[in-house]
């Protein structure tokens, strides 16, 4: 469920810090310990990601997955609905432009 709010509700860098600070923190008083080194290492052993992380790789998978999307119907448009080749070359790079303007975005 958490994942999913982080996913609706746009956050800056600084709020994903902030997430990722309180999830190391409550790590750091699981071990009992301050030692970062531990704690990364703890947290790879248990594979544990930490909140921003696993937000980016959500977020990139997305917006692979809808740039294929694009693809497709846009193929589809061009074989199924005999729309001009000029036209669906248009759509397609307005369609890739969107897909790389998101992955540009969400950085």
Known sequence: ?????????????????????????????????????????????????????????RTNKFLANLCQCVTTLLLKLLCVCNIPVITVLLLFHLGSFLCVFGSIFRK
């Open 1 to 57: 469920m958490f994942l999913y709010g982080l996913v609706a509700c746009p956050l800056n860098k600084s709020q994903l810090l902030f997430i990722d600070f309180v999830i190391n923190r409550f790590v750091i008083k699981l071990f009992s310990t301050s030692n970062m080194e531990v704690i990364k290492c703890c947290q790879e052993q248990f594979s544990f990601e930490l909140p921003s992380d696993t937000l980016a790789r």
